[in-house]
């Protein structure tokens, strides 16, 4: 998807939209600011590289956006050539300094959930690149869709959505399956003194 299609007037009137829609669910952005010095590109290790949706004609994670933009600024921002690093086997880029050293101290949080690929696509079953500019904040955790429509059917159950695409992306990279959660203490009730009889009062 072109960048002009994206940006054109009826999309970011359809944003409105389901932003309004979106909210109304519940969702929300995280607010702060930061810039930074220069840094020059960069590699940090990721503990198991899984699939990231790069773009096929620039090469970089999510089409060049800066994944930590969505948390400081609560929008999609592209990064610039000056700031980028390799992590998870894909080169990502930055809209500034600080939200490079940000996402290379914790790329696991700032990065998109599921590699970036559509989370309603992906619990369907289906691994479909996302739009970058199609995103949804929800409880601390960055998702991004294919298409303004599956933003809002997200918005109707959202953790339905996440538990499913859980169950495909751990199918689709053979990851295992989470431990079971431990059991509840089962706090046995202790029978409280039952009032007795005075027996030495009883008339024969």
Known sequence: MSAIRR????????RIVVLAVLL????????????????GPANIASSRPTPVSVDATTGFAISGFDPVA????????PGVGTKELRWNEAAW???????LDAFKLHPETYAPQFGGFSIVSL????????????????????????SLQQAVVFAEAPDDFVEKAEIAWRRINR????????????????PKDQPGVDIFGLSN
Do not use: W
């Open 7 to 14: 940006n054109s007037g009826a999309v970011i009137v359809q």
């Open 24 to 39: 109304a669910g519940g969702m929300s952005c995280a607010l702060a600011a930061g810039d930074g010095a220069e840094s």
């Open 70 to 77: 969505y948390f400081t600024e609560s929008r999609a921002r």
């Open 93 to 99: 880029r930055f809209a500034n300094s600080g939200n």
């Open 123 to 146: 619990a369907r079953g289906q691994l479909v690149e996302s739009d970058p500019e199609i995103f949804v904040m929800h409880k601390g955790k960055l998702y991004l869709f294919y």
């Open 175 to 190: 990851l295992p399956d989470p431990p079971p959660p431990p059991p509840k203490e089962v706090v046995k009730s202790v």
